[in-house]
T-cell receptor, first 114, second 113 residues
Framework: GENVEQHPSTLSVQEGDSAVIKCTYS??????FPWYKQELGKRPQLIID?????GEKKDQRIAVTLNKTAKHFSLHITETQPEDSAVYFC?????????????FGKGTKLSVKP | DVKVTQSSRYLVKRTGEKVFLECVQD?????MFWYRQDPGLGLRLIYF???????EKGDIPEGYSVSREKKERFSLILESASTNQTSMYLC????????????FGEGSRLTVL
């Protein structure tokens, strides 16, 4: 069935370093790829998303890249700061899934050490 | 400001009890969702609804039911709670038919003893 694999499950970096989280998806018809950030004890919130007609999108220190041929997409965080510490979830949506519901990866716990 | 409100942040119930988790959104969104969040398993979709009185099974619907009598309210029901339903439950909503941002509630942590 349809699924999303996310790696790594945990990631520890030094403040100022870059962090990269990768996801692969199974359904080649998937056309929407958001990333959510969940800080400890808080709700998940969208930080960036990309649609299948775009290869890369940037928003300040975060960027997402999409490789449709390989069916994978990645989140890149540059110049990491302690407030970037959180669990990050990738997700994707196939056109045939009703109501806009998403399939989520299992999450990556990012720790940024000062 | 966008708001999704879940009625209970923490609940403790006993095995076999009926449990209601309520979710209300004030954004006039068509779509509402119930996810379950467990460590190492990510967010898994239980049920969703794209219109009043409409409901669709998600990926893990067994042991759950839902109700959507009004556009702004989506309820998750555990008819007979079991210990393996101990989890964090997240409600979310989104507008329209095209994939867009999900707005999540704060979550309801349910413990079944």
């Amino acid at each position: 069935g349809e699924n999303v694999e996310q790696h790594p499950s945990t990631l520890s970096v030094q403040e100022g370093d870059s962090a990269v989280i990768k996801c692969t998806y199974s359904d080649s018809a998937s056309n929407y790829f958001p990333w959510y950030k969940q800080e400890l004890g808080k709700r998940p919130q969208l930080i960036i998303d990309i649609r299948s007609n775009v290869g890369e999108k940037k928003d300040q220190r975060i960027a997402v890249t999409l490789n449709k041929t390989a069916k994978h997409f990645s989140l890149h965080i540059t110049e990491t700061q302690p407030e970037d510490s959180a669990v990050y979830f990738c997700a994707c949506k196939s056109p045939w899934r009703k109501g806009g519901n998403l399939i989520f990866g299992k999450g990556t716990k990012l720790s940024v050490k000062p | 400001d966008v708001k999704v409100t879940q009625s209970s942040r923490y609940l403790v119930k006993r095995t076999g009890e009926k449990v209601f988790l309520e979710c209300v959104q004030d954004m006039d969104h068509e779509n509402m969702f119930w996810y379950r969040q467990d460590p190492g398993l990510g967010l898994r979709l239980i049920y969703f609804s794209y219109d009043v009185k409409m409901k669709e099974k998600g990926d893990i619907p067994e042991g759950y039911s839902v109700s959507r009598e009004k556009k702004e309210r989506f309820s998750l029901i555990l008819e007979s709670a079991s210990t393996n339903q101990t989890s964090m439950y997240l409600c979310a909503s989104s507008p329209g038919l095209v994939a867009r941002e999900l707005f999540f509630g704060e979550g309801s942590r349910l413990t079944v003893l």
